[in-house]
């Protein structure tokens, strides 16, 4: 179970649109459609912002996205604000009941 | 509104062993699973396993097959990971968090920083 792979670091001007990626496997990312994204800010408590690869539960702005292809999803953020700068971790089911994490990418908002 | 509510930090000697509860309110403890996830300082979240509370079943990712223990009291409604054989490597804030039914971790405790020192 090695943890997929995702940028150290992304970032963006206040207004504009970054994408994280997210490679794993055709064993994880790409066997399920099964990837979450967490939007983790220090000293706070893991916040779900995407479940099931693309979809967003409720309260979580429209601004966040999620996209796959093949053995990489994404997450998009768009309209940057401010209060996104956080760390951003993907998630995937793995099979036989395992899942497993991403390294985390830091977004700047400069 | 669903809550998880962890134990106190800890301080653990090297090869000791160290026992975290996790108390859930809110919602009925039984129809949801409980997840734990680890944080070392400086790196990454770790999902280390999965408890079923009614019964019992756990998985565990690879790394923590031989050395962590989840279990639960469904009386209490409470979920416990306890991780083995202590090392420096082993320092981190350890998370519940329960599954949302969607392949998710939907709500999460506050975390419960373990630091093994000698």
């Known amino acids: 179970q090695s943890a997929l792979t995702q940028p150290a670091s992304v970032s963006g001007s206040p207004g504009q649109s970054i994408s994280i990626s997210c490679t794993g496997t055709s064993s994880d990312v790409g066997g399920y459609n099964r990837v979450t994204w967490y939007q983790h800010h220090p000293g706070k408590v893991p916040k779900l912002i995407i479940f099931e690869t693309t979809k967003r539960p409720s309260g979580v702005s429209d601004r966040f996205s999620g996209s796959k292809s093949g053995n990489t999803a994404s997450l998009t953020i768009s309209g940057l604000q401010a209060e996104d700068e956080a760390d951003y971790y993907c998630?995937?089911?793995?099979?036989?009941?395992?899942?497993?994490f991403g390294g985390g990418t830091r977004l700047t908002v400069l | 509104q669903a809550q998880l509510v962890q134990s106190g930090a800890e301080v653990k000697r090297p090869g000791a062993s160290v026992k975290v509860s996790c108390r859930a309110s809110?919602?009925?403890?039984?129809?949801?699973?409980i997840h734990w996830v680890r944080q070392a300082p400086g790196q990454g979240l770790e999902w280390m396993g999965r408890i079923i509370p009614t019964t019992g079943d756990t998985h565990y990712a690879q790394s923590f097959q031989d050395r962590a223990t989840l279990t639960r009291d469904t009386s209490i409604t409470t979920a416990y990971l306890e991780l083995s054989g202590l090392t420096s490597d082993d320092t981190a804030l350890y998370y519940c968090a329960r599954d949302g039914q969607k392949w998710d971790f939907d709500y999460w405790g506050q975390g419960t920083l373990i630091t093994v020192s000698s």
């Open positions: 809110g919602y009925t403890f039984t129809d949801y699973y």
């Open positions: 998630c995937s089911y793995a099979g036989g009941a395992t899942w497993v």
